[in-house]
């Protein structure tokens, strides 16, 4: 069973910035569309980034637009989140999402989002003063 693994959160303070990771643990990835999604604590998972296949195309939820970037590198099966300026209300867990069906764009709206096929276990951020 493929999977995929986050690296990268942690402790950081009010504008600072933080860089998750998500590698996949098969190359066939690198032809999937990737996704990172969070859930803060007693909310729903919401969508914050989407990467096409070959990095041509992202998809960003509106309250990260402009602080966070999404990018990917298919030699290494990983696909980035640069988390910058930072706020309190980015704090939540952080999970990596790919699926080799369903386009970058779909990723950002799609419903339910278990319909994507690959789930990394996640990865805390917490912000703080």
């Known amino acids: 069973q493929a999977t995929l693994s986050e690296l990268g959160g942690g402790l950081v303070q009010i504008g600072g910035s933080l860089r998750l990771a998500c590698t996949a643990s098969?190359?066939?990835?690198?032809?999937?569309?990737k996704g990172w999604f969070r859930q803060a604590p007693g909310k729903e998972r919401e969508f914050v980034a989407s990467?096409?296949?070959?990095?041509?195309?992202?998809y960003y939820a509106d309250d990260v637009q402009g602080r966070f970037i999404i990018s990917r590198d298919n030699a290494k099966n990983t696909v980035y989140l640069q988390m910058n300026s930072l706020k309190p209300e980015d704090t939540a867990v952080y999970y990596c999402?790919?699926?080799?069906?369903?386009?970058?764009?779909?990723?950002?709206?799609?419903?339910?989002?278990?319909?994507?096929?690959?789930w990394g276990q996640g990865t805390q951020v917490t912000v703080s003063a």
């Open positions: 999402a790919a699926d080799a069906h369903i386009s970058a764009q779909a990723i950002a709206t799609i419903t339910p989002m278990s319909l994507i096929g690959y």
């Open positions: 098969e190359p066939s990835f690198s032809t999937k569309a």
């Open positions: 990467i096409s296949w070959n990095g041509g195309s992202t």
